[in-house]
C-alpha cells in the first residue's frame, strides 16, 4: 500500500503574512468538498513577473492577483499558483480589507478554481466570493485558537 503525503509550499512568503494553522485549514477545506490535495504550490512573485506570466500563457496584457495552472485529477488537487502581493495591496486597499485577508482570499480562490468554481459571470462571481468570506472567517476562528 502506497503511503499518501499532502504537500503544500509556499515560496518568497509577503512578511506580513502567516502561514500558522492555513496549510492544515486548506486541507480540511478541501476534504469537506470530497476531494484530497496532493500538491499545491503558492509562488509570490513581483508585479512585472506577474505580468509577464498573465502576458505568456493568458494573453492578457493586464496585472492580476492570481493565475492558477490546475493539473488535479480524479478529485486530488494538484496545481501550481503565481500570487501577486502588489495586486493584493491594490485590491485590499480598494475593497477596504487587510492585506492578511486578502492574501486569504487569493489563497482559497485558486482551490476554488481547482475544485471546479468558475468567476466568468456575476453569479458565479458572488458565488465564489461567498465560499472565499466563509474561508476567510473559518481561518481567522482557527487562527485566534491556536493563539
Not at 19 to 38: A, K, M, P
Not at 87 to 113: C, D, F, M, P
Not at 115 to 136: P, S, V
Request: aromatic share 12%.
Amino acid at each position: 500500500m502506497q503511503k499518501s503525503f499532502t504537500i503544500i509550499e509556499f515560496h518568497n512568503i509577503p512578511d506580513y503574512f502567516s502561514l500558522e494553522g492555513l496549510e492544515q485549514l486548506l486541507v480540511s477545506y478541501v476534504d469537506s468538498f470530497g476531494y484530497s490535495i496532493d500538491q499545491l504550490v503558492y509562488n509570490f512573485v513581483s508585479k512585472e513577473k506577474m505580468l509577464s506570466l498573465n502576458q505568456q500563457f493568458l494573453n492578457h496584457d493586464t496585472h492580476t492577483d492570481i493565475i492558477s495552472f490546475d493539473y488535479s485529477k480524479n478529485k486530488s488537487l494538484r496545481a501550481e499558483f503565481f500570487i501577486s502581493p502588489w495586486a493584493i495591496s491594490h485590491s485590499a486597499k480598494t475593497h477596504l480589507q487587510s492585506a492578511e485577508n486578502e492574501t486569504i482570499r487569493v489563497v482559497i480562490h485558486g482551490v476554488l478554481h481547482c475544485l471546479g468554481y468558475k468567476d466568468d459571470t456575476e453569479a458565479n462571481k458572488l458565488e465564489m466570493r461567498k465560499k472565499e468570506d466563509e474561508f476567510i472567517k473559518m481561518f481567522h476562528v482557527k487562527h485566534k485558537s491556536h493563539v
